[in-house]
């Protein structure tokens, strides 16, 4: 009787245990703390995958950002709004722009006390007002938006509109910017927070556990190829490692260092949105056309500088958040930067190879790889296939020398070429020196 109590009391904490940990919410927690731009949007992706890997029943999204490119708002809006679960919004003091855009896609709006929600304006690369078109589309967006989650959706287009007049809540000339007590008052605010358990206590979720997202080893590696000073650094080890493989062929090592430097180059930005396809194929157009230039077509011309300068380009598209050579949103520090960042490594691939080259004859590792003696006759090397001495033998031109052909010698032919004269099909000739398996020659007299 005693074993069988202590198995029935067993079961029952078993199932209170299994029952508590089924009742346990799993809160993830995310940040947008910084501009909203491609690489948010991709973060975005990735906390979002993570929160339905993890099956968490909450989504936090702290935030403080004075706003970013209203298409990657749009984007990051589209995501939140696709979640399933609860998603809650923790200002944790700005929420500007397109800030404020993705604040009122989710589905409860939390702030700290001073914080801020509004000035949604679309501005451009200097900060001026954009145009109409621009300001239309995100007033359409926030009032849509707005009205999904049953907000107000005239303060939404409010904040975006000066025109746009409320009693009571904002005259014309001005775009509506709430604090934390005037989003409360208006239906943009569930409560005023000092932190996110704050939030948990005030939805009666006591039992929790906070998972807060960090991206992967590989995905700050990426992030840390970003860096316009690591993509300088690149582009000098493509140009580098292009040339030192022409010059050493068949080496290898210097072409897969450029390969391996144009993939760290391509794929960060790639995968946050910023390299677009026609870019990346407009770069290998350049690529292909120096290419041409080099060893198909003589001189220096069109195909060459057209190659250049669609290399340069594309090099410093990709680097920036140009929406099809649109740069209106795109910052003028951005697109210097770029620019920098590319004629930087271009200019120091050059000196690379100037400095470089002379120095690396004279490395041991050149020397295991590359032949660098010279077989000198005095050493006992020669070309010359002829027994004896050929120096002052005659003979006849058996075809035109135009300056090089063929000639008989004492019932021998031979490969001759002329200093520059033409000597005509018959015609008797003298050598003059021997130049490894050819004959130098002049026309002799008769």
């Known amino acids: 009787m005693n074993v069988l109590k202590t198995m029935l009391a067993f079961l029952c904490m078993m199932s209170m ?36 890997e993890t099956k968490a029943d909450i989504v936090i999204i702290e935030m403080d950002t004075y706003g970013g490119v209203l298409t990657d708002a749009k984007e990051i809006v589209d995501k939140i709004m696709a979640v399933q679960n609860p998603v809650w919004v923790f200002i944790n003091s700005d929420a500007a722009s397109a800030g404020a855009l993705i604040s009122i896609a989710c589905d409860s709006i939390y702030m700290s006390p001073g914080a801020s929600i509004g000035a949604a304006t679309v501005v451009d690369a200097s900060g001026g007002k954009a145009p109409d078109k621009y300001q239309s589309y995100m007033r359409s967006i926030m009032r849509s938006t707005a009205e999904e989650r049953g907000r107000n ?43 996110i358990e704050e939030i948990l206590r005030r939805n009666n979720v006591a039992d929790y556990k906070i998972d807060r997202f960090n991206l992967s080893t590989s995905e700050r590696v990426i992030a840390f190829f970003l860096n316009p000073f690591i993509s300088g650094i690149l582009i000098l080890a493509i140009i580098g490692g292009i040339y030192f493989e022409m010059q050493t062929p068949g080496v290898g090592f210097p072409g897969a260092a450029a390969l391996i430097a144009l993939i760290l180059y391509l794929v960060p930005y790639y995968l946050n949105g910023l390299a677009q396809n026609w870019e990346i194929l407009t770069l290998f157009i350049g690529f292909v ?156 007299d008769n």
């Not at 620019?339 to 590792?365: D, E, P, Y």
């Open 17 to 52: 245990t299994f029952v508590a940990s089924a009742q346990q919410k799993k809160v993830m927690v995310m940040e947008i703390k910084n501009e909203i731009d491609p690489r948010m949007t991709r973060y975005v992706e990735l906390a979002l995958g993570h929160a339905k």
């Open 153 to 195: 959706p005239t303060i939404a287009e409010g904040m975006v509109d000066e025109q746009v007049e409320l009693e009571g809540v904002k005259k014309v000339g001005q775009v509506i910017t709430f604090s934390t007590s005037e989003a409360i008052e208006h239906g943009y605010c569930e409560g005023k927070v000092e932190s």
């Open 289 to 444: 056309l120096i290419v041409l230039e080099v060893f198909v077509i003589p001189g220096f011309g069109v195909a060459g500088f057209a190659g250049i300068t669609i290399t340069i380009g594309s090099l410093v598209l990709i680097m920036i958040n140009n929406n099809a050579f649109d740069f209106e949103f795109v910052p003028m520090n951005d697109i210097l930067i770029a620019l920098a960042s590319t004629m930087g490594g271009i200019l120091g691939g050059i000196v690379l190879l100037f400095v470089g080259s002379a120095r690396l004859a004279n490395t041991k590792l050149y020397r295991r790889i590359a032949l660098t003696d010279t077989q000198e006759r005095t050493e006992g090397y020669t070309s010359n296939v002829n027994k004896e001495a050929m120096n002052g033998k005659k003979g006849l031109a058996q075809t035109v020398l135009r300056p090089s052909g063929k000639v008989t010698i004492e019932g021998h032919q031979y490969d001759a070429f002329t200093r520059g004269e033409f000597i005509d099909k018959g015609k008797p000739i003298e050598v003059i020196n021997e130049a490894g398996s050819s004959l130098q020659v002049k026309q002799a």
